[in-house]
Nanobody, 115 residues
Framework: QVQLVESGGGLVQPGGSLRLSCAAS????????MGWYRQAPGKERELVARFTSAGYTEYADSVKGRLSISRDNVVNTVYLQMNSLKPEDTAVYYC?????????WGPGTQVTVSS
């Protein structure tokens, strides 16, 4: 199993920045794929950014050039750097891991972009 814990969410003004963190309970070397999803009120959960099982990065079109995913294998953490935030980025952001054929989710962290 894999436990995931997100942190770093909060309230930010349009144009501002946040960095989300996702700490995993096991070495992320052993995890096939990890990434970030988000769910806004009344909408379905959608992919934001992820590391694929082949080692590539993938981004939603709506966040390209503004959000960036990275990882620190030493501390088993995946990050989401979010710049130039827009009100439409407001959502609960979830960390996701694919491990041995099973998908795991963190509890989520709220990001609110508002003036």
């Amino acid at each position: 199993q894999v436990q995931l814990v997100e942190s770093g969410g909060g309230l930010v003004q349009p144009g501002g920045s946040l960095r989300l963190s996702c700490a995993a309970s096991r070495s992320i070397f052993s995890i096939n794929a990890m990434g970030w999803y988000r769910q806004a009120p009344g909408k379905e959960r959608e992919l934001v950014a992820r590391f694929t099982s082949a080692g590539y990065t993938e981004y939603a079109d709506s966040v390209k050039g503004r959000l960036s995913i990275s990882r620190d294998n030493v501390v088993n953490t995946v990050y989401l750097q979010m710049n130039s935030l827009k009100p439409e980025d407001t959502a609960v952001y979830y960390c996701n891991a694919l491990y041995r054929g099973a998908r795991y989710w963190g509890p989520g962290t709220q990001v609110t972009v508002s003036s």
